[in-house]
Structure formats: C-alpha cells, structure tokens
C-alpha cells in the first residue's frame, strides 16, 4: 500500500530549493491562484454592483452568504475529508447572533423583541441580553461557532471517528439544533425565526444604498475567506491536511496528532459558515430554522460538489450556481426544484466527483498522456 | 532512568505479550536495545516480529513494560511516541507518492516545528532535510515526486523521513525484503553511516544481509525470543537451526 497525497496545491511544483523558484513562471504557479480570486473579485466588487439591480444585487449577496459557508466546506471536506453534513448548525449560530442583535436594535434600549410579547410574557430570557451590544455580537459571531466546533469536534475526532460515522453525527447536529429552535418559539421565535428587522449598526435596511453596502460586505468577506483558504492549502499545514485526508495512520506515524490537525480544519469551517449566516439575516430579512436544518445543511454540499470541493474556487463557484438555479427554476417550478437538485447532486457524485473543476483534467485525460502514470492528475488534485 | 544511564539512549522491554483474543502473538518478550548497534530482529513469517514493533510503536496494545527515556511507551499513543524520540517504517513503502522527495522529507521534519508557524508555506528547504537527502542518496531526485522511486528508493526516502524526524530509535520492517543486492549493500552501508548515535532495530529474513551487517542479532520464533546473541552465535545455536529447519543449513553455513 503505498499512500498518495493527491492533491497538495502545489503538488507537481516544487519548493524554492534553487533561485530559478523565483522566475515568472515559479511566481505563476505559486500564486496564480491568486489571479482567479483577484478575477472573481472584480466580477463581484466591481462588476456586479455597477450592473445589477439591488434586488438582483441582494439575491447574489444570498448566494455569496452561502458561498462563504461552502468555503469552509471546501476546507474540511474537500482538503480535510470530513464530511461536513451539518454546517447549517453554524450557519445559524452566526445568523441568529446577528438577528438577535439586529431584532434588539429594532426594539430600542430597554424593549425586548415583538414576538416575546406576541408570543410569551415580554420578558426577555438573560442570554439575550449581551447581544444589544453590537461589538459583543460580532465577537459572539466568531467565537460562539469556533467554541461549539472545538467541544463537538474535540469529543469526536479524538475518538477516531470519522467517514459516514461522523456525517451522520453532524447531520444529526443540524437536525438537532433545528427542532431546538422550533420548540423555543418563546426565545427564538420558533419556527417563524426572526425577521422584520429595521436597522444594520444603525443603518436603516430600506436604503438601497445600505443593502448595496450589505452585499458588498458580503462579497468581500468571501474574498478575504478564500484568500485564507489559499493560504492554508499551500502552507505547510495544508500538505499536512491533505495528507491527513489520504493517509491518516501513515501522518500519525510522522508525530502530528490527525485529530488536531482536523479540527483546526473543522473549526475554520465552522466560523466561515457563521460569517455566512451572519450576513444572510440581514440580506434576507430572515432567519429561521428552515434555512439552517438538515435539508438546508446539504444545500451547502450541494454547490462545494457541484463546484468540486478540492479545488479553491470550486465550493463558491458552485453555491453561487445553486443559489442561482434555485431562484430560477425554483420560481418557475416551485415543487421540483428540490427533485433537480437531488438529481443535479446524484450526478456530479457519481459521474464528476471532482466537481466543474475538474472537468479540464477530465478532458485533458481523454487525450493520449504523455506523463508518467504517477504523475497523472487524480479527480481532486485539479486546483483552481 | 536508572543510574547505569551514562548519556546513551536504550529501550527496555520486559514480559511484553501482546495477545489477539486469546492468541499471544508475543509471549513475554525481553529485549534490551541499545544506542550504536544494528541490532537484527529474526524469526520465521508469524514468529511475532511485526507485532513487537507495533506495541512498541503505539499501534497495537501490549502488556508488560517499554521504557526509553523514563517513558512507559505501552500507555502512550501512537503520535506520543514518535515524538520521544521512536520512528519505525512499514513492511510495506508508504510514502506520499504525490508529493516530491523533498517535501515528503519536508513533511516528516515538521513536528518539532511550532504550531503556528505551519500556517506558512515552505520557502526554502530547511538544512536537516538538505543533510537528509545527502544521506540517503536521493538529492538528485530531490523534486521528482515519491511515487516514481524504485522500491528501493522509496525505503531510503521512509530511512530518511526517520532521519530528519530525529528518530533516536528505528524500527525497519522488512527494509531489504525485494531489494537488489547492490541496493542492500547500499542500504547496509546506509545503516552503518547513520548507527552511530541511535538505535537500529533491523527486522530481516535476508542471512546474508544479517551476516553482513548485523552487530547483534535477537532470534524469535512463537512469539518468544529464541536466542540472542553475536551472528557466530546465533548460527551455532542448534535450537536456531531447529526452527529453520528448511533454512537450517543456510543458517549455519560460514560467512
Ligand atoms: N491484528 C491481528 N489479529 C490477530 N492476529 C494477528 C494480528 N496481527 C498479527 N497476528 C498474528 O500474530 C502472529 C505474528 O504476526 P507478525 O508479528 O506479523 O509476524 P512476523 O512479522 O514475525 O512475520 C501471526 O500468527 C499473525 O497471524
Ligand atoms: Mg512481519
């Protein structure tokens, strides 16, 4: 059994051992994944706005909140080999913190939301209470996911537990957190979440300007999240993450305890994810338990396989895809939408596991190869 | 440790049994390995010798005492260990055939480095891992990747992985087994170069390569320790000669 690493990014091209590591054509491949992102930030920063409505402009915020959750799958699943069916959790740790905030801000100092007096004696559970500070909200936005991905991801990894095994653990996570959520409809709004939010830090939500702003704080935060997971996958510790995900007993047999190097995977999914969260609220008006449950979990999987979940670009380009199929079939056949998507995922597993990014690798392989069979391209190795 | 310690490392090992649901595949096993000797672990295929080295290494549990450095390794996991110091090779190559020589080298030197500073990515290669490939002869293909190594090449690469890992003990499974000759008088003058301030734990079939190289060698056989002693001595030992029956001869043949 001789192990493989498929797919370190950089893994034909070599370290800077000889000053010829510096020329053009080193820089290009160190660091022409950087190109892409700089080209899907100009199409996002720069090319949306000025040519979207601020309807369509909201819609592709969506798209990108979600995207931004994908990324971090990208990382734990596609690097990592964690199978993470259960991200909507963290999704909504970020997007509930945020709505919490934003629900508390419409009431003014003091006032405790509408729906607790609708719903129960209008007196507001303590734990909500931090959340009128916006400051301790985005703290909570970051840290709440980077805690409960530590405690969750500690108490499984440690044990060895890994594959279909720790799927399903997450995806019962997801289901867990959303029945939570519809059973404390007096502190959480149950299942209608919560929405009809007025102001963001201040900025009332109806301004077209402030929801542009709204999008492009959104994009900007995928930028700088894929800038990260560039960083990952072509530092030290990402050829550790990938050799993890191939060979798992063979890199606890070089020192690394596999389980730490996982979680620091899991956890930084966990957080991108709740940024995503943290943004929809706003975006969308609302949060509610439908939009961070099991089904909606694997929405977020969807588009990271659809895209090709090893590669950088891969997991965004794909959920933005997703979003966009689902708004348009999903108006013009509202009851299928959920059948094309369980389709479209079937297809990519099974006939591109590698996702739209490899499909180039694909095509190249139908060529006759003249490169040693060592050295062929796997289905993950393709990098955006 | 104990005050006959004068600055060499040695491992312990005293009445390990490793028992597979009733079946003791090592049975009270004494065995003391010490810094500067190529010490040549035999026995027949099932005599026990692949088990050892993993309860010795973490991966499979044993009863009885390790210790190496004041560290009772039985209790340790698998990652603890190669941390203390303790690195071993598999009967079978497992190298990451997708990355070059260099990182896969790159890789292995990693863990004593802190945490955080793996968040960077390598910029140029560290000075153990440029010694490493002088060592074990691979500096010429230093950026192929590992997975188009001959055999043999892929155990000096998994030697060399030990070596940058600062392994102070190596346990090598069957390093030789299908080599050619010249490349196991290769890997004997390897050994020899890097024995000296470590421990070599050589497991072999290969009498020749043992006669050749060995400093010492611990015979097994049922999961016992048969014999121990210099090669003369192991081949004069009738009860050797018993258990290799078939081989007996070849056993007692003169060098
Ligand atoms: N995981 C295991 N479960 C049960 N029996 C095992 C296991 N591993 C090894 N054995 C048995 O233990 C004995 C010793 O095996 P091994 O240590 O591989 O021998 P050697 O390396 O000396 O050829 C063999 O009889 C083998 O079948
Ligand atoms: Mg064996």
Redo the contacts between chains.
């Keep these: ?8 990014n950089d ?2 091209s ?4 000889t000053a010829a590591a510096f020329s053009p054509a080193a820089l290009l491949r ?1 660091h022409g994944s950087l190109l892409l992102i700089a080209a899907l930030a100009v199409m996002l920063l720069v090319w949306a706005p000025n040519s979207l409505s601020v309807f369509r402009l909201g819609n592709l915020g969506k798209y990108c909140s979600w995207a931004l959750a994908a990324v971090g799958i990208g990382l734990a699943w596609g690097r990592g080999g964690m199978l993470v069916l259960g991200q909507g959790v963290f999704f909504g740790l970020g997007g509930y913190a945020m709505a919490m905030h934003m629900k508390l801000e419409a009431a003014g100092p003091g006032r405790v939301p509408d729906f607790m007096e609708l719903y129960g004696d209008s007196t507001m559970p303590l734990w909500w209470e931090p959340f009128r500070s916006g400051p301790f909200t985005l703290f909570a936005i970051v840290a709440l996911p980077a805690l409960v991905s530590f405690v969750m991801g500690y108490a499984v990894l440690k044990r060895g537990v890994k594959g279909a095994y720790f799927a399903i653990l997450t995806q019962a996570m997801a289901v867990a957190f959303a029945t939570l959520l519809v059973a404390t409809i007096k502190q959480t709004g149950g299942f209608n979440g919560l929405n009809t939010f007025t102001t963001f830090f201040g900025q009332n939500l109806y301004d077209p300007a402030v929801q542009k702003n709204l999008y492009l704080i959104t994009a900007g935060m995928l930028i700088v999240c894929l800038v990260v997971v560039w ?2 996958n ?4 990402g ?2 993450l990938v ?1 993890t995900r ?2 798992e007993e ?1 890199v ?7 389980a730490n190097i996982k979680l620091v995977a899991f956890m930084t999914a966990a957080v991108m994810a709740s940024i995503g969260g943290a943004m929809f609220a706003p975006l969308v008006g609302i949060i509610s338990p439908s939009d961070v449950n099991a089904t909606a979990s694997i929405m977020m999987i969807a588009g990271v396989a659809l895209g090709g979940r090893a590669s950088l670009l891969g997991p965004a380009v794909g959920a933005i895809a997703v979003g966009f199929g689902q708004s348009a079939l999903s108006e013009r056949f509202p009851t299928n939408w959920v059948y094309f998507q369980g389709g479209l995922f079937v297809v990519v597993i099974l006939l591109l596991p590698g996702g739209i990014a490899s499909v180039g690798a694909k095509v190249r392989d139908l060529r006759p190869r003249r490169r ?1 069979a ?2 062929t391209v ?1 289905e993950a ?1 393709v990098v955006a | 440790m104990t005050a006959s310690f004068r600055g060499e490392d040695y491992l312990e090992v005293g009445g390990l049994t490793v028992d597979f649901d009733g079946f003791k595949a090592v049975d009270g096993v004494d065995l003391t390995l010490l810094q500067g000797r190529l010490h040549f672990l035999i026995g027949p295929n099932g005599a026990g010798k692949t088990t050892l080295v993993d309860a010795l ?1 973490g991966l499979v549990n044993g009863t009885g005492r390790a210790s190496f450095r004041g560290h009772d390794l039985l209790g340790m ?3 603890e260990i ?2 203390l110091g303790i ?2 090779t598999f009967q ?9 020589v ?2 896969n080298l ?3 030197a ?2 004593h ?1 802190k945490a955080w ?9 560290p000075e153990v891992v440029e010694e490493a490939l002088e060592t074990i002869g691979l500096a010429a293909l ?2 192929r ?1 590992a ?2 190594l001959a055999h043999g090449q ?1 155990q000096w690469l998994e030697v060399g ?1 030990l070596l940058v ?1 600062d392994a102070k003990v190596m346990f090598l499974d069957e390093t030789v087994a299908g080599m050619s000759s010249e490349e196991r008088e290769q890997t004997g003058a390897l050994l020899q170069r890097i024995v000296a301030d470590r421990t070599i734990v050589v497991i072999e079939h290969d009498m020749e390569f043992m006669r050749s190289y060995a400093d010492i060698v611990t015979v097994m056989h049922g999961g016992t320790v048969l014999a121990e002693g210099s090669v003369a001595e192991i081949q004069a030992d009738p009860q050797v000669q018993e258990v290799y029956l078939g081989t007996a001869t070849e056993v007692s043949v003169d060098a």
């Design positions: 059994m001789t192990t493989t690493v498929a797919d370190v893994a034909p070599r370290p800077a051992r160190s960083q990952f072509r530092s030290r510790y050829e550790l050799a191939d060979a063979r606890r047999f070089l020192g690394y305890d596999p040693p060592a050295l796997t190795e | 290494t996991k698998a990652h190669v941390r690195g071993r079978t190559a497992t190298v990451f055939d997708q990355l070059s260099v990182q790159d890789i292995a990693g863990l480095r500073t793996r968040m960077r990515a390598r910029r140029r290669v230093a950026e990747p997975g188009i892929k992985m890992q």
